[in-house]
């Protein structure tokens, strides 16, 4: 018998419709991607990263007219006869109304303050010494304050320096710094960014109370923009420290310890638009503005009153359940109750920093 023939069927052509889609499509969404990286990688973070070992909170417990030796024992610590020096070290950049709302809190309790400014950016430009410029505003401390310049470099655009490094060799520089203080071992040492700032109960009770662990982190208070839009307690990389040879001036983590309750964080807290647009081109994560209309003045000024944010970037999460919860806005807040007691004694002057004050002054 003859072999069956066999009937090869056609293959069919793709459709030329789809040729056209995908030519549409792919290009459309690696532009997508491309524009939008920063947004989808914040977007799955919880996918491709892991959050770091939790920290052991240390209980602060405090009420108005207890005793300091009442509150060292809950503590489980136990009073020193004196109380230890307290070195209150910061970098500088421009944030004079923060600067001076922190050390005026601070001030009954501080030895000396610290502090260190760069005569260049994170990012490599020039900048006016803010805090030399406007010294006289500070008299109230003047016999307090240790002043350093940092030589900062300016940034070679070929070089595509890391802004972190730039930051990171200021830091080192304040340790110089500390010992031209005068600074001792067993003295209480506060590391901390400018708009980080420790409560007064918090700082006394860790310059008088004896067996406080020799590192701990700060739990802050975190607000944005003003203490209207309270974020979170998220703030941690300020440290308290009982300085020994060994103590160098860092803002990373430092151990697993931190001490719940500790004071306030206010991130762009600016009372001027041009500040906020200074420190967006300027601090180490500059390169968030991806686009040139970041940077203008009445967008920022409504991104303010919204609580939206700046970038507009999803929040830094590593589970989507809690980046599903900071989605949107920062709610406002009504409360101006346990704020810094100098920022309410003189609220007139600091109205944009309280609720109802979001309007900012564009010089």
Known sequence: MAPRAVRLTPRRKPPKLLFVVLLILVPICLIGIFTHYQKI??????????????????PHYYAENVSMEHLCTLHKWSILPKPRPVYDAIIFSNELDMLEIRWRELDPYVTKFVILEANTTFTGMRKPLAFASNRARF??????????????????????????????????????????????????LIMADTDEIPSPHAVKLLQWCDGVPPVMHLELRHYMYSFEFPVDYGSWRSTAHIYEPNTYY?????????????????????R?????????????HADRVRRRDFLDYSRIQRLICRGDDLFDMFPEEYSFQ?????LGSIPRSASAVHLPAYLIENADKFRFLLPGGCMRGAA
């Open 41 to 58: 990688t914040y977007f799955f973070r919880p996918l491709w990263d892991n959050p770091p070992p939790p920290f052991q909170r240390i």
């Open 139 to 188: 008299a109230f401390a003047e016999e307090k304050i240790v002043h350093g310049v940092f030589s900062g470099r300016i940034a070679d655009v070929r070089m595509q320096e890391d802004p972190f490094k730039l930051e990171s060799e200021q830091r080192m520089a304040m340790n110089g710094l500390l010992r031209r203080a005068g600074i001792s071992n067993g003295d209480l």
């Open 250 to 270: 860092r803002h990373s983590r430092q151990t697993d310890l931190i001490f719940s309750d500790a004071g306030w964080h206010c991130s762009f807290c600016f």
């Open 272 to 284: 001027r638009i041009e500040d906020f647009v200074f420190k967006m081109t300027a601090y180490s």
């Open 322 to 326: 809690e980046l599903i919860k900071k």
